[in-house]
């Protein structure tokens, strides 16, 4: 007889739940959700996570089969995390497989151990014991591990990254049999509670730890709204101070891009030993080590990019998402979850605070502390005797341009070098130049798989294609008519690089964009040397406007505004506002006074005259303003259903009848399309879509289950994707 059924989720595409019978002589009556079997699944063994035990299977029960083995001691993911992706899976229709699955460090889905019993460990041996305590003082790595050993009697495997310690030292010194291995348990509690001071906090800052303060007990968002170097990273601290000396624990997202060892190093300094990093960065074993620390409560700050939302705590108190507004919070793909605003849902599970910072808050964040939702904190100072850049935007109509430089800025340059300060030019196109294009016939470089230009690099001699993997040599004659006149069209980094290295020759000059950081350790070694502070011209992409220090900048030139300006998406002005407000933080962060000079063909424009009063807030109002009159978001929600396929039409007919399928009635979503996005085809693959918008968001929600559904059953080829995207922050 059959008592029970174990109902099953499996990391797949489908939106289902499977049954198996308990493994054979297993009582598993009591198991708990979020414990992970192995089960038969076709031809293969699966992980998969017990959702629940119930009574009845709707199946056949003898059509079952018995799960193989129980994989945890206990549940994999516990009751919040599985809350938390089931309101997930549901918010994004999303597979709840995939999105619980999503939850689990990499090695976990895989099926592998995840409670560590023991630990190996290291302390010295009786030669070891013997040594004099500077006996590596020439070898400065192994001296560093042996300190250790004398201040703490042993050192565990997993201790090794948390405190810089070197495993090549470690191995030396096992080499030089002055170690013994045994089995460490690993203690429970936290390896310190030591928390070092900061500076004293200025009386805006007071304030804004103050309030969080007061809302420590319950869900209670906080928008923390203050310039950069306004000091919003001391409020966190000092917000997290409190929270762990309640013996609680702390979550900090950033943005990708900001998560950087200058970061992580601050947070370390404050927290001695109590913080891990999250990020896909990592190995899957310090992934999972990261993982373990939090959960067990070992780990009191954890501080990670988008998937860190899903990390597991003993006991959380607070979540702070850092530059809240950044767009890569959105995950782009697969499961296409925004993590600040599923912090905020984890936040109010939980009934714990949540602290959304930025310079340049997002018009949904703004919103919601307009309307009173979330409390309103500004920071309106700059903390220390940083003082606010000025700005001046040089008009460009008419002047005699020199490789994207107008007279007026190179003369800034050149001043600014003399005083032996450094200079960062902000163009956000990597590459030498955005086309190629013949001057004898017109012929222009386009990917054979995308619509797009391919891209001229000039330093590797070849054309790229920034939307796939295509790469060609660089031509030297045209493919059309043999003319040898061939010009790159457009400005990006590297052109710019090289024209700053001719026209300024005794200074250094830096590019930093994805092409020149590709290497490990690439974009240390330039932090290193840009804050060494001889005088230096830095050019580069949005990666330099995001996240870093740099004190000797004391002029920051914006190259082309206009092509933000420009931009056709709805989010066009929001956008190119934060980028530019961004960039413009970079300067005098010190106490040197900032210069922010902005290249324009419009200098009237209404966003940069706002900006440069440093009116962000009264700029995003006016944005608000304009989405209210279109019911865009917040004021109204928005979902994108997309397809592609490999041959023309398909993916655009998927969609047709789909629509035709659907039926909103009359009180239900506006629909357009099916549209073809901005790049029709991509990687070699035809996309359409189909646009969804209503000022409610359930019946919009209602609309878009039915097309899950539809698609579900109705599409057979596997050439052909779709997806479904919630809050979709693009249209490309
Ligand atoms: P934000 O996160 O808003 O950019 P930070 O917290 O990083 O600002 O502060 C900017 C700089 O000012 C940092 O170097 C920080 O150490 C310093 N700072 C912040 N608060 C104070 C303070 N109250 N007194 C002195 N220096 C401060
Ligand atoms: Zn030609
Ligand atoms: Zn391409």
């Known amino acids: 007889m059959i008592d029970y059924i174990l109902e099953i989720a499996l990391a797949t595409p489908l939106r289902q739940s499977f049954d198996y019978l308990p493994p054979a002589g297993l009582d598993c009556s009591r198991l708990a959700p979020g414990t992970r079997l192995s089960v038969p699944f076709g031809r293969r063994t699966a992980t998969g996570l017990l959702l629940a035990v119930k009574a009845h299977s709707r199946l056949d029960p003898q059509s079952l089969k018995p799960a193989l083995a129980v994989l945890d001691s206990a549940p994999a993911l516990d009751s919040a995390i599985m809350t938390l992706c089931r309101w997930s899976a549901n918010y994004y229709l999303h597979p709840l497989g995939e999105t619980l699955f999503y939850a689990l460090p990499p090695s976990l889905r895989k099926g592998k151990q ?69 089995e460490s348990r690993v203690a429970p509690e936290c390896a310190s509670t030591t928390i070092e001071d900061g500076p004293p906090l200025n009386p805006e800052q007071q304030a804004a730890v103050l309030a969080v303060r007061e809302g420590l007990d319950a869900f209670h968002p906080y928008l923390l709204e203050g310039v950069t170097g306004s000091g919003k990273t001391e409020v966190y601290l000092n917000a997290i101070a409190t929270v762990l000396q309640r013996g609680r624990q702390a979550l900090v997202l950033v943005p990708e891009i900001g ?103 997002g018009a949904e964040s703004l919103h919601n502390a307009l309307q009173g939702r979330y409390t309103s904190v500004l920071l ?79 330093g590797s001699r070849l054309l790229k294609c920034h939307h796939c993997e295509a790469q060609n040599a660089l031509p030297t004659s045209c493919p059309q008519c043999g003319s040898p006149q061939l010009m790159g069209v457009g400005l990006g980094t590297e052109r710019s690089e090289n024209f700053l290295k001719t026209r300024f020759k005794s200074t250094t000059v830096l590019r930093i964009d994805r092409d020149t950081t590709r290497r490990k350790g690439a974009m240390d070694g330039f932090i290193e040397r840009i804050h060494s502070g001889e005088p230096a011209i830095l050019v580069g992409t949005q990666m330099l406007a995001k996240g870093h220090h740099f004190p000797r900048v004391t002029l920051v030139a914006v190259l082309d505004a206009d092509a933000g300006l420009c931009s056709g998406d709805f989010r066009g002005p929001e956008r190119t506002a934060q980028m530019l407000m961004q960039v413009a933080g970079r300067a005098g962060r010190a106490d040197r006074a900032g210069l922010v000079m902005i290249q324009t063909h419009q200098p009237d424009h209404p966003l940069l005259q706002l900006l440069i009063q440093d009116r962000y807030r009264q700029l995003s109002e006016q944005v608000l303003a304009e989405r209210q009159l279109l019911q865009l978001p917040p004021f109204g929600f928005l979902g994108v259903i997309r397809s592609e396929a490999p041959g023309p039409n398909q993916a655009q007919s998927v969609l047709q009848a789909l629509r035709q399928a659907i039926d909103p009635g009359s009180r239900g979503p506006v629909i357009i399309g099916p549209l073809d996005p901005p790049m029709a085809r991509r990687a070699g693959r035809y996309r359409s879509q189909l646009l969804l918008k209503h000022p409610r968001r359930k019946p919009l929600h209602q609309v878009l289950e039915q097309a899950v559904n539809w698609l579900q059953h109705n599409v057979k080829t596997r050439s052909l994707r779709w997806s479904v995207d919630v809050d979709p922050q693009d249209f490309v």
């Not at 049999?177 to 045994?182: A, H, I, T």
């Open 114 to 182: 995840a409670l560590e019993k023991s630990e190996r460990g290291w302390r010295l041996n009786h030669k070891g014991n013997g040594l004099s305590p500077d006996a590596f003082r020439r070898a400065p790595r192994q001296q560093e591990v042996l300190d250790h050993l004398l201040g703490h009697g042993a050192i565990r495997q997993g201790e090794l990254d948390n405190r810089q310690l070197s495993r090549d030292a470690l191995r030396a010194l096992i080499k030089k049999d002055v170690l013994e291995e045994f």
């Open 380 to 458: 309106n100072q700059r903390a220390g005797n940083a003082r606010p850049p000025a700005y001046q935007l040089l008009d460009l109509r008419g002047q005699v341009m020199n490789e994207g430089f107008s007279p007026q800025l190179l003369e800034t340059m050149e001043a600014v070098i003399a005083g032996g300060n450094q200079v960062l030019v902000f163009l956000n196109r990597r590459g030498f130049a955005p086309a190629l294009i013949c001057h004898g016939c017109g012929w222009v470089a386009n990917c054979t798989h995308c619509d797009a230009r391919m891209v001229v690099h000039r």
């Open 259 to 361: 998560l950087t060892p200058q970061t992580i190093a601050r947070f370390r300094q404050r927290f001695p030993d109590q913080v891990v990093a999250m990020h896909s960065g990592l190995g899957e074993a310090e992934r999972l080590q990261a993982w373990r620390s939090a959960r067990q409560g070992r780990a009191r700050v954890v501080i990670g990019t988008r998937s860190a939302i899903f990390a597991q705590f003993r006991s959380l108190g607070l979540i702070v998402v850092d530059e809240e507004h950044d767009t890569s919070y959105k995950q782009h793909e697969g499961f296409r979850f925004s993590a600040r605003d599923v912090a905020v849902k984890r936040a109010q599970l939980e009934g714990i605070p949540i602290v959304l910072g930025s310079a340049t808050p």
